[in-house]
């Protein structure tokens, strides 16, 4: 699997996901390129939330909720299906290994 170097170092940091400041979901969107109901589609659809959002509030992203996120566009940039990117992202961002070489379904398919 093909992590961006960039967002391996916050996979093993040992800082607790609440620490840092919690974004918005525009403030996310703006930083992710995304628009914000992207995010709201991912958080329905996928489960790819905020850790702490609860029906009715606002959506509070934290460090490790950005990540998750961020994993999560990496992967559908390079060809892997929703649900697939969602449960990758998901299994990195939460220290889920992943067995040996498996690669997301749809990834590295010729252009």
Known sequence: M?????MVGTLTSPTPARDGPLLTTSALALRMGVAPGTLRTWDRRYGVSPTDH????DRRYTTQDVLRVGLMRHFLSHGTEPAEAARLAQAVSTDTALPVGERPSGANRPA
């Not at 093909?2 to 960039?6: E, L, Q, T, V, W």
């Not at 609860?54 to 509030?57: I, R």
């Open 2 to 6: 093909n992590i961006p170097r960039a």
């Open 54 to 57: 609860s029906s009715g509030s």
